[in-house]
């Protein structure tokens, strides 16, 4: 839209009213309280998620642990029908994320796509073994 256009349609549409700052004995003309002022009471407590999860998994009859599993293993399937996302969430969690700057200083050497890959299956693979009864 150009110039002209822009003009004409303020016209037709008016042009909007700045918002009026009220003064009081609270705030200065730019509407921050003045000092000394407490505010109006802070922001209110907040949630507290973790008893609200734990309520809900309990209300659904499981706990919090076989939610995370579930969850675990949602993104490992994702992972292998080629969820790069899921992979990478994966990968980030159990075998560390990649640095974005090198240091030359260090002598470790960042592992290479195929060790990581490697590291996730025994991961995954000792955590099946966990769940069908049998020990690491």
């Not at 994320?97 to 000792?126: F, G, Y």
Request: hydrophobic content about 35%.
């Amino acid at each position: 839209m150009n110039e002209r256009e822009e003009e004409f349609l303020a016209e037709v549409l008016g042009r909007p009213e700045p918002p009026k700052l009220v003064e009081s004995r609270e705030r200065d003309r730019g509407g921050r309280f003045l000092p000394g002022h407490t505010g109006l009471g802070g922001r209110p407590p907040g949630y507290d998620f973790r008893t609200i999860l734990r309520e809900l998994m309990l209300s659904k009859g499981k706990r919090v642990e076989d939610a995370v599993a579930e969850i675990i293993e949602s993104l490992r399937v994702s992972a292998r029908l080629g969820d790069t996302a899921a992979a990478k969430l994966l990968l980030d969690r159990t075998c560390g994320k990649e640095v974005d700057a090198v240091d030359l200083n260090v002598s470790t050497r960042q592992l290479t796509d195929v060790e990581r890959a490697a590291r996730l299956q025994a991961i995954l693979d000792a955590a099946a073994r966990r769940k069908q009864g049998g020990t690491d």
